[in-house]
């Protein structure tokens, strides 16, 4: 990669190059045409070292390009201790929709490197967030983005020169930032790291190098790269990947065949038990606040199984400013022009907050599969994309509970008619709902396909059985209070062992400089 790179002789003279560029410039905006027609979202990764002239590559690239369709992002660095949310989230957040152009101003790359070689993750993280990468790539590409990385390379000379010139006038001096000193001082270990990054992620997207020490010519090779690969795209059509044969820590169960429908509480012990347990979770969420846990509750189940209930007793004694209840509805049209994946990432808690959702991403595998919203590879392809989305809420530290509220054809039907016959309730009943309930067998069938491919050790599903909704409630608020308790609890040991690897690495620092 970009340690091997050698200049290459320029192959056009000056009236040749700017002739191309005109060219290039033309034929990139009637591709804006062309992939608002065919519904392509594109985006283009600009990474580099800094100085390297990144925002001006940026501005001449788009300078002919109508400005209603495309977007530019920049990401300003943020120390990983003062993260707020999942490493993946503020570039799935700026996803463009169908048909639209995104300019990233640097991205997951210079992230991933630069809190790397700052020291702020260590290098198994580092490692994990690659495969990140990769896996954000893949998803991009599997679900029709269109995407070109390219690399603006310079020399240590080079940019040595360019950051004294910005410092020596004082009209420009503002722009050198410490960064780009320090990072000038450990050239070599960034030009270390990001070969490494770049070969491990070439897989699913190459790498285009930009010779950033002739302008022109990296205006050039940019328009060339993003142009060819636009024009493949659109003679190719939008691409739909297929299932991923990933293998992921299934649990295998539950299943719909093993739940008791038959539990109940008596209504003097629910009392008793829902207050004892609603004063416990108002402690946790207290302490998941202080040590900044995260937690996503998802709740799913059968219409009228009692899902609104239960999540206003979990609700009740949270911290109003601490959670969000957050019910999904069918997508907007925004929505539905981006990865399905996209409305989900936008509406994830903060650190130390709780995000309970009311119905989930998993409408993809239930009514979408079932309705023919999306095609038969997208809701297969979409178990293994959910697994992925969870294992990145839950390395960052996110507590992940899947709540399938369960009820039998007979409840329902009862609950249906006694919705229908009280006029204060008949808003909660829907043709839809009907027509839904004549579908009982197939979404049966969806239901046990989505507990048994991603009930996962890190983001099991709980079947809550609801026929007496008493019991479901202190069913739900027993394994909330569980499983947060355990998280406190973890997140307790895992302090101590950082607290007393920093000290022996302190003192191993120590007896070194006195050996020496």
């Known amino acids: 990669m970009i340690r091997d790179y050698k200049r290459k002789p320029d192959k056009l003279d000056k009236d040749a190059r700017k ?9 990139l905006v009637n591709q804006q045409q062309a992939i608002r027609e065919a519904k392509l979202p594109v985006i283009v990764l600009l990474e580099g ?32 201790s003062a993260e707020r949310y999942p490493f993946l989230k503020k570039f799935f957040d700026v996803l463009p929709e169908n048909g639209k152009f995104l300019f990233m101003d640097t991205g997951w790359m210079e992230d991933v490197v630069g809190k790397y070689l700052r020291r702020e993750i260590p ?28 690399f603006l390379h310079i020399s240590k000379e080079e940019q040595l020169e360019r950051i004294t010139a910005l410092r020596e006038n004082r009209d420009t001096q503002w722009r050198v930032s410490g960064d780009d000193f320090w990072q000038q001082q450990e050239y070599e270990r960034f030009l270390k790291t990001y070969d490494e990054f770049m070969e491990a992620t070439a897989k699913t997207t190459p790498w285009h190098i930009l010779d950033g020490e002739g302008r022109k010519k990296a205006l050039y090779d940019g328009l060339v790269a993003i142009t060819d690969t636009v024009q493949k ?10 299932p991923t044969d990933k293998k992921f820590p299934l649990l295998g169960h539950p299943s719909q065949k093993d739940a008791d429908l038959t539990a109940a509480i008596d209504p003097a012990e629910y009392k008793k038990e829902l207050k ?19 937690v996503v509750i998802c709740y799913e189940g059968w219409d009228a199984a009692g899902k609104g209930g239960n999540i206003r007793r979990l609700a009740y004694p949270l911290d109003p400013r601490g959670f969000d209840v957050i019910p999904i509805a069918s997508p907007t049209p925004g929505e539905l022009a981006r990865h399905f994946l996209w409305r989900f990432w936008t509406k994830l808690p903060r650190s130390g907050h709780v995000a309970i959702f009311d119905r989930t991403w998993y409408g993809r595998v239930m009514v979408e599969r079932i309705e023919g919203f999306c095609s038969e590879n997208d809701w297969k ?16 530290g996110t507590v992940v509970l899947k709540f399938w509220i369960h009820i039998d054809p007979d409840t329902q039907l ?10 204060e309730k008949q808003w909660k009943i829907t043709d839809e709902d009907w027509r839904n309930r004549e579908k009982w067998p197939q979404y049966e069938q969806a239901v046990e396909d989505m507990l048994q491919k991603t009930s996962t050790k890190y983001a099991p599903w709980y079947i809550i059985e609801s026929v007496d909704k008493r019991y479901a409630r202190i069913k739900a608020l027993k394994i909330v209070t569980d499983a947060l308790e355990k998280a406190v609890e973890e997140n307790v040991v895992r302090g101590m062992k950082s607290k007393w690897a920093d000290k022996k690495d302190k003192s191993e620092t120590k007896e070194k400089k006195e050996s020496d």
């Open 381 to 396: 392809r979409a178990y293994g994309e959910i697994n992925e989305f969870e294992k990145e809420l839950t390395d960052w």
């Open 414 to 423: 009862e609950r249906f008619e006694a919705r229908q016959n009280t006029p």
């Open 233 to 242: 795209a659109i003679e190719a059509g939008r691409y739909e990947g297929t």
């Open 49 to 80: 070292w800094d100085c390297a002239g990144k925002g001006n590559l940026v501005n001449e690239l788009i300078s002919e390009m109508d400005p209603r369709f495309y977007s530019v992002k920049n990401f300003d660095r943020v120390p990983e």
């Open 19 to 27: 002739a191309e560029i005109r060219r290039l410039r033309a034929m």
């Open 123 to 150: 290098r198994e993280e580092y490692r994990r967030r690659v495969k990140s990468c990769n896996i954000l790539e893949r998803q991009l590409r599997d679900n029709g983005y269109v995407l070109v990385k390219l």
């Open 276 to 294: 004892k347990l609603q004063n416990k979770l108002a402690r946790l969420h207290n302490q998941i606040y202080r040590k900044k846990i995260p």
